[in-house]
Structures are given as C-alpha cells and as structure tokens.
T-cell receptor, first 113, second 115 residues
Framework: AQKVTQAQTEISVVEKEDVTLDCVYE???????LFWYKQPPSGELVFLIR??????QNEISGRYSWNFQKSTSSFNFTITASQVVDSAVYFC??????????FGSGTRLLVRP | ETGVTQSPTHLIKTRGQQVTLRCSSQ?????VSWYQQALGQGPQFIFQ???????GRGNFPPRFSGLQFPNYSSELNVNALELDDSALYLC??????????????FGPGTRLTVL
C-alpha cells in the first residue's frame, strides 16, 4: 500500500523550543500532492499547507516551515519557537490520483509552558 | 464565506440502529468527501461525491452509503450500526476544478458513539 508514515507518535517540548515533525510517504505517481493538517482537541482538521510534487521549494509561513525532499520522499514540518497553542495532533497526508487523502497516523505535540 | 458545517455534533446510538450524518459544503465547493477517524488514528477515506455522483470509495462495507444534493450538501448513512463504527466522522469539501486547487477543507466532525 502507498502509505504515509509519521514515526513520531508523541513529542513533548518546552515552550520556545523548535520542533520538527517527520513525514515519509510512498507513491508510484509522478504527480501528487502533500498536505499538513492540525487537529486541536476540538477535533476539526485545520489545513496548514499543500505542496505539489513538482515544486520542491521549501516554504516558510511565520513560525512554520516545511522541507520537501523528493529524493528521500519526506515532507517534514518545523515549528520555530513553539507555543502552548501549538499543542495538537498534526497529520501529514498525500492526495492520490483519485482525489482522496491518505493520512499518516499523526503526531501528538505537547508544548509545555 | 461560510466554512464546512456538520450536524449533529454528537450522537449516541445502539447496535443495529441506523444513523444519518449531514454536511454542508463551503460556498463554491462542489466536491464532498467523508472520512472516519477512530480514536488515536488518522482519518480513513469512506467515499467522495462530485456533482451528486459517488466518485471513489474506500474500504468500507455497503452499509455505509451517501448522497449529495444539488446544493452540494451531503449525507452519510450507516445502517446496522456496529460497535466499531464509534468514531469521529469528518466531512471535507473542495472546489474540484481540475486545477491544483483540490485542497480539502474539513468540518468540525460528528462524534458517533455506538453502545
């Protein structure tokens, strides 16, 4: 199966630390899309970023940054200077050619004050 | 712009009963996808509707069925409920235009408990 792997089940950091969430994907497609979503305790999945397979440029949005490397099939997510409000479960996902999202198992991030 | 809404928020049913969950897509979106998220796991794709037709289905039995209406809202129906159907059911809408704009935006979910 072409799956998405998030090997880190849970990460705990102290506020203001930097933290990187890992994501490794499998695909036979040449064109594909990768996503990160945040799921706070309320349950709603909040869209963070989308990346197309033909665009390996890294992206920064405020304290968030993403590193996409096709050579290692990875799409990692870094939060700089973490804050308590960043505590949530983060999901990496890949969209296949049939427009469905295939999610990883998620990484629970706990940011302690 | 109104986001994706789902109703009800919570639902408790007993084994063997039937349930209908509802979803209103975001304005301008014509595609609705449904996902099941069991506790501690990532969401699993159930099926997708595009312009009122089913467009892809995940590994779920036929007792999971759906509808999409002309206004692009959608229903998820589950018959003969089983204990394992207890989960958060998430609806997502997207503007399927054929371009690179197929990001799916999720609603707050319906938490279903089957006793």
């Amino acid at each position: 199966a072409q799956k998405v792997t998030q090997a880190q089940t849970e990460i705990s950091v102290v506020e203001k630390e930097d933290v990187t969430l890992d994501c490794v994907y499998e695909t036979r497609d040449t064109t594909y899309y990768l996503f990160w979503y945040k799921q706070p305790p309320s349950g709603e999945l909040v869209f963070l970023i989308r990346r197309n397979s033909f665009d390996e440029q890294n992206e920064i949005s405020g304290r968030y940054s993403w590193n996409f490397q096709k050579s290692t099939s990875s799409f990692n997510f870094t939060i700089t200077a973490s804050q308590v409000v960043d505590s949530a479960v983060y999901f990496c996902a890949r969209m296949d050619s049939s427009y469905k999202l295939i999610f990883g198992s998620g990484t629970r991030l706990l940011v302690r004050p | 712009e109104t986001g994706v809404t789902q109703s009800p928020t919570h639902l408790i049913k007993t084994r063997g009963q039937q349930v209908t969950l509802r979803c209103s897509s975001q304005s301008g979106h014509n595609t609705v996808s449904w996902y099941q998220q069991a506790l501690g796991q990532g969401p699993q794709f159930i099926f997708q509707y595009y312009r009122e037709e089913e467009n892809g289905r995940g590994n779920f039995p036929p007792r999971f069925s759906g509808l999409q209406f002309p206004n692009y809202s959608s229903e998820l129906n589950v018959n003969a409920l089983e204990l394992d159907d207890s989960a958060l059911y998430l609806c997502a809408s997207s503007p399927r235009t054929g371009a690179s704009t197929d990001t799916q935006y999720f609603g707050p979910g319906t938490r279903l408990t089957v006793l």
